[in-house]
Antibody
Framework: QVQLVQSGAEVKKPGASVKVSCKVS????????MHWVRQAPGKGLEWMGG????????AYAQKFQGRVTMTEDTSTDTAYMELSSLRSEDTAVYYC?????????WGQGTLVTVSS | SYELTQPPSVSVSPGQTAKITCSGD??????AHWYQQKPGQAPGVVIY???ERPSGIPERFSGSSSGTTVTLTISGVQAEDEADYYC???????????FGGGTKVTVL
């Protein structure tokens, strides 16, 4: 059974960057299509981006274009999401989730707090 | 940008039926999926590809689709079904995944 285990909570200052990891077990990363979703406190789910197998590229939500980078290390079956130029509105729980006709597997979430 | 529209809240008595709708132009061409999220937990899929139920999800959860609207139905609602529910799909270009705003289901 697939498990996604994310890195721990982070506190960052405005303008800094954060890199969240997502370790896959039960399958290899190459067998999955990984995406990232975030949820601000008391708010809904927001898709940030993920791998699109249709064209073999990573698709990013327009809102995060130029500020987010999603990468994968297949040697360690770990996916990464890096968000730069952080502002207070980026305070949220960040989830990795694998997609195949729906997001069937989710990480436990990583709380990123942006505060001066 | 593409949007999926859900009602903010639905209230239902135990044993009754809850219906949650999700509307979006591309739903006539793209599948929708539904997620349940309880406080402090990651979301989990309850319906995928409009009406398929993953193993382990109770039969009281069902999904349907008609034109540009999909519906999640919870029949015989139980107290444990109180949660936030989100629909999710992809835009018509296939390049952008999107979630609905979420519906809070309250069991009275």
């Amino acid at each position: 059974q697939v498990q996604l285990v994310q890195s721990g909570a982070e506190v960052k200052k405005p303008g800094a960057s954060v890199k969240v990891s997502c370790k896959v077990s039960g399958k290899t990363l190459t067998e999955l299509t990984m995406h990232w979703v975030r949820q601000a406190p008391g708010k809904g789910l927001e898709w940030m981006g993920g791998f699109d197998p249709e064209d073999g590229e990573t698709a990013y939500a327009q809102k995060f274009q130029g500020r987010v980078t999603m990468t994968e290390d297949t040697s360690t079956d770990t996916a990464y999401m890096e968000l730069s130029s952080l502002r207070s509105e980026d305070t949220a729980v960040y989830y990795c989730a694998s997609y195949k006709s729906g997001f069937h597997n989710w990480g436990q979430g990583t709380l990123v707090t942006v505060s001066s | 940008s593409y949007e999926l529209t859900q009602p903010p809240s639905v209230s239902v008595s135990p044993g009754q039926t809850a219906k949650i709708t999700c509307s979006g132009d591309a739903l006539a061409k793209q599948y929708a999926h539904w997620y349940q999220q309880k406080p402090g937990q990651a979301p989990g899929v309850v319906i995928y590809k409009d009406s398929e139920r993953p193993s382990g999800i109770p039969e009281r959860f069902s999904g349907s689709s008609s034109g540009t609207t999909v519906t999640l139905t919870i029949s015989g609602v139980q107290a444990e079904d109180e949660a936030d529910y989100y629909c999710q799909s992809i835009d018509s270009s296939g390049a952008s995944w999107v979630f609905g705003g979420g519906t809070k289901v309250t069991v009275l």
